[in-house]
């Protein structure tokens, strides 16, 4: 079978006539949807609203296209000019968005427009939220012209840092390797073989730190930029209001994450402890798999991994392994590393066809099989809100989480659940080593982040300067846990959320995912089969409701620091439960 995704389904190839087409479309549309918002409040909502859902199916569909095969092929010149030709578009696009939310803003009797109007109901919290964006949209005298520069700024620095990350070569032992394949050894059972990719690993940013550096300034100072053109208090503030959170979760969440540190760093010396370290783990033995003697952790084939998620996610719904087996079936996941292949996984929605398209770079372990399993939840989530309008699929980070987290601790707990004791020990260690990622590396990301921001206010950072933040992000996160002298100086460099135009703060959502898919987790243990439905519901209304209110809906008040506690102690338990067998089987 070829495991590697077909995007066929867009367009034939990059010769495929119908690509003109829809730009020449795109561009009627544009021309034309200015003169929507004319004549009373409520045709011209509902006409606006048409035009805006054809423009971004079209745009949908080019964009993934071209940004999918870059994805996949780094080096794919068609790939790139279609790239081009659609972020010089995108302005337009914007454009249009800002009038009708400015439009919006200056509707006084919102409320009873969408009382009279069935169209209007669809896309209701779409207007709502519209009315409060209304108040920190930038400019208009100015707002084309800064969109432009961005084109040459932010998102020029995005595209150059992909690049860099897809091309750049690493020496390991004497053969030239793709970075996301000498990453990937860092879950290699030979410490030999950790070490070395770790220091090849770190051998090799020299030769684009200086670029990626640029970029991360770039970015950063065009966001700093942007929040004064938009009247933001700050960059973390925008960074919430498009979350759709408040800062009352995000406070509650970190101070019950600064609670939990200490009980994670016991995991990780005790993890240095086994192997053999006396200061902590270092950074390169961070995924070392670990196991009793006489216990061997499972490699599995790519055929093997679809069918253990079939199996497991068929238990909580059929409908979701006759998901799952389509979406392998019909070559929707980009399977293995390769060059010009981007490193980790994610997961891309198109709407218009209710399909997505997953990439990952699956080496075997149980990990890659969890990581399969957390984008095909992100795909799940993605046909629970089929027909939905395009205005109300847009969910924000942090609940965009909520289905992948949930798949990756359904198959964890099935797992779990099944395993000897020796096996328990190995799931448990698989299962901390990624939850200590989300939740204190997440952290340390978090707060490497704003320090980054902070100073970029007054000057760009060196080189040297990021590489002290991180590790003093890292000292602050992993505390003791970590070698002090084994530590990651370049995550910065090889983490591409720092480096999206537009979206700062890309790393509490994920903890906020993961803690929140735990509570999600837990409600559906407490009612079983009937809680399906209500959390098909609730993937439905992430992009239709704000942030508390849709936890709320099944029963979460997340502006609570208990219940992050709550959710904190499942993985305290886990790591009391790890200490106690590893003092009995290692």
Same mark, same amino acid.
């Given at each position: ?9 867009? =367009?034939?190839?990059?010769?495929? +006539? ?12 544009c021309a034309q949807a200015r003169d929507f918002l004319q004549g009373d409040p409520q045709t011209a909502l ?15 569909? $080019?964009?993934s296209f071209a940004s999918l095969t870059l994805a996949a092929d780094a080096n794919n010149e068609r790939a ?108 290699? +059972? ?45 960059? $973390? ?73 079939i199996d497991e996610m068929g238990k909580f719904t059929p409908d979701m392994a006759a998901f799952i087996d ?10 293995? +590393? ?35 399993? @957390? ?5 799940? @989530? ?107 100086? =370049? ?7 720092? =480096? ?32 399906? +439905? ?53």
């Amino acid at each position: 079978m070829d495991w590697t995704w077909d995007l066929t389904v867009l =367009y034939r190839d990059f010769d495929d +006539p119908q690509i003109e087409r829809d730009f020449n479309e795109l561009s009627r549309l544009c021309a034309q949807a200015r003169d929507f918002l004319q004549g009373d409040p409520q045709t011209a909502l509902e006409n606006a609203s048409d035009a805006m859902e054809e423009l971004s199916r079209l745009s949908s569909a $080019l964009g993934s296209f071209a940004s999918l095969t870059l994805a996949a092929d780094a080096n794919n010149e068609r790939a790139q000019q279609l790239m081009d030709r659609l972020m010089i578009f995108s302005v337009q696009l914007s454009l249009l968005s800002s009038a009708l939310v400015r439009y919006i803003g200056h509707v006084e009797n919102l409320e009873e427009l969408i009382a009279g109007s069935e169209k209007l109901q669809k896309i209701d919290f779409f207007l709502r939220r519209s009315k409060e964006k209304a108040k920190h949209l930038m400019d208009g005298a100015i707002e084309e012209w800064m969109l432009k520069m961005s084109l040459t700024g932010g998102s020029a620095f995005s595209n150059l840092r992909d690049k860099l990350d897809a091309t750049v070569t690493v020496d390991y032992k004497g053969e030239q390797l793709p970075l996301s394949a000498v990453r990937s050894k860092a879950y290699d +059972p030979d410490p030999a073989v950790r070490k070395a990719a770790y220091e090849a690993e770190l051998a090799a940013y020299p030769k684009i730190e200086i670029p990626m550096a640029a970029c991360l300034n770039g970015i950063k100072g065009e966001a700093l930029t942007m929040i004064e053109a938009t009247h933001f208090d700050s960059v $973390l503030d925008q960074t919430l209001a498009q979350s759709n959170m408040d800062r009352a979760t995000l406070d509650a969440m970190l101070s019950a994450i600064r609670e939990a540190l200490p009980a994670f760093r016991r995991y990780l010396r005790k993890k240095g402890e086994i192997l053999g370290h006396k200061n902590g783990l270092p950074f390169y033995d961070l995924f070392a798999p670990i196991a009793p003697e006489g216990y061997t952790p499972k490699k599995y084939t790519i055929e093997e991994a679809r069918q253990k998620l079939i199996d497991e996610m068929g238990k909580f719904t059929p409908d979701m392994a006759a998901f799952i087996d389509q979406a392998f079936e019909n070559r929707w996941i980009d399977v293995y +590393p390769r060059d010009g292949k981007g490193g980790g996984a994610f997961c891309a929605e198109l709407h218009a066809l209710d399909q997505s398209r997953v990439l990952t770079n699956f080496a075997g372990s149980f990990s890659d099989v969890s990581t399969l399993a @957390h984008e095909l939840g992100h795909a799940w @989530h993605n046909r629970c809100m089929a027909g939905l309008p395009y205005s109300m699929i847009d969910a924000p980070m942090p609940l965009a989480e909520t289905a992948s987290i949930f798949n990756e601790t359904l198959l964890a707990n099935a797992a779990m659940a099944q395993a000897d004791k020796k096996e328990r020990f190995s799931l448990l260690e698989g299962s901390l080593m990624e939850v200590t990622q989300v939740i204190v590396d997440i952290y340390s990301r978090f707060l490497f982040e704003s320090a980054v921001i902070e100073k970029r206010k007054e000057r760009t950072l060196s080189v040297s300067e990021l590489k002290e933040l991180m590790l003093d992000a890292q000292d602050k996160s992993y505390g003791d846990g970590l070698d002090p002298a084994l530590r990651h100086p =370049y995550m910065w460099a090889c983490k591409s959320h720092y =480096y999206i135009p537009g979206l700062s703060f890309y790393n509490f959502p994920y903890a906020f995912g993961q803690l929140f898919g735990a509570g999600v987790y837990a409600q559906y243990r407490q009612e079983g089969a009937s809680f399906v +439905p209500k959390y098909n519901r609730l993937l439905r209304s992430c992009g239709s409701g704000w942030v508390a209110d849709v936890a709320k809906s099944v029963g979460i008040d997340v502006r609570s620091v208990d219940f992050w506690r709550e959710s904190l102690r499942v993985y305290e338990r886990e790591i009391d439960e790890f200490i106690a067998l590893a003092d009995e089987l290692m």
